[in-house]
């Protein structure tokens, strides 16, 4: 299956959910302010939210007026464009390696299965991986991401459970550094911001990453249940605020009808989603594209 036809299978959902809405508006021949009305509340109900909605249609008014534009089925190419332009809002920086990416997020989002996937999709790149499992919380977190290290195909430095994770980091980084590595992703407990422990020993193992092996380059990637929809900005701006997030990786896309949840994500909080996961394989991560995602709902 090539990656359009993954992406357009697995936001299946989403596309059926936002088009029935979108076809429940425009459904007469002339734009009236009963359509502006119409289309906001398709859109907020869309998982888009109120404050990125509401820009959807100031811009759409605009764009509209701009080009003296009456009509709802050239209204309709425009709010398709208009939805293209603000996932390109926030462009996803270019891999500079090495590269050392840590992964964080709360418990049950699919953090350890992302980071198996990022794993295979940097092997396939034949870039040289390693994992490190700074998990040493949760019980079974070690020999899961164990077992991903095996469907991956790429090493991994582990500690036993209840070991201090930022010593794990340090380990992990040497390691990586002695055998040349192109790519080491850090795995964290799965963490709130009100625990407030947990996120200064995030801090630790950002600074002694950047302290050991300063050539690198740095992300940091927050993993988000599609599902949850407009609960996602509470957990970005949570972790945002706490440790700096670089970008986001959405899972269980396949599973949701909320997928509208990307553009408040880029528009409001400026922060680019690098991957999204479409199923449970080890191959189902997806770079985000925004062409073929908007191909993939409207």
């Known amino acids: 299956m090539g990656l359009f036809s993954s992406i357009k299978k697995g936001l299946k959902k989403t596309k059926d959910a936002f088009l029935s809405k979108l076809n429940a508006v425009f459904h007469g021949t002339d734009v009236s302010s009963d359509f502006y009305e119409d289309l906001e509340c398709a859109l907020v109900s869309s998982d888009i939210g109120v404050k990125t ?16 534009i009456v009509r709802q089925e050239f209204a309709r190419i425009e709010l398709k ?11 996803r920086e270019p891999y500079k390696f090495p590269l050392i990416i840590t992964v964080v997020g709360v418990n049950g989002v699919g953090k350890t299965t992302t980071i198996g996937k990022l794993a295979k999709y940097f092997n396939n790149q034949n870039k040289s991986v390693m994992l490190v499992a700074g998990d040493t919380f949760r019980a079974g977190a070690i ?31 040497a390691s990586a550094k002695a055998k040349k590595c192109d ?30 092996w300063s050539e690198a ?27 700096g997030i670089d970008g986001i990786v959405l899972t269980k896309l396949d599973g949701t009808s909320k997928g509208g949840i990307v553009f408040p994500i880029i528009q409001e909080l400026k ?19 925004s062409k073929s995602f908007i191909e993939s709902i409207i």
Do not use: C
Request: hydrophobic residues 45%; proline residues 1%.
């Open 53 to 68: 909605s509401q820009e959807i249609i100031k811009r759409l008014k605009e764009r509209l007026v701009e080009k003296h």
């Open 81 to 91: 464009n208009i939805l293209k332009e603000i996932l390109d809002e926030a462009p």
């Open 143 to 173: 020999e899961q991401l164990t077992e991903w290290s095996k469907r991956a195909d790429v090493k991994i430095v582990k500690h036993k459970e209840g070991a201090e994770a930022s010593a794990v980091v340090f380990d992990g980084i």
């Open 183 to 212: 790519v080491l992703i850090i795995d964290t407990a799965g963490r709130l911001h009100t625990k407030v422990n947990l996120m200064e020993e995030l801090r630790k193992m950002g600074r002694i990453a950047k302290r050991e």
């Open 217 to 243: 380059s740095f992300l940091n990637l927050i993993v988000l249940d599609a599902t949850i929809g407009q609960n996602s900005i509470v957990q970005i701006n949570a972790f945002k605020d706490a440790v």
């Open 271 to 289: 922060v680019p989603i690098y991957y999204i996961g479409v199923g449970e394989g080890v191959d189902d991560l997806e770079e985000f594209d």
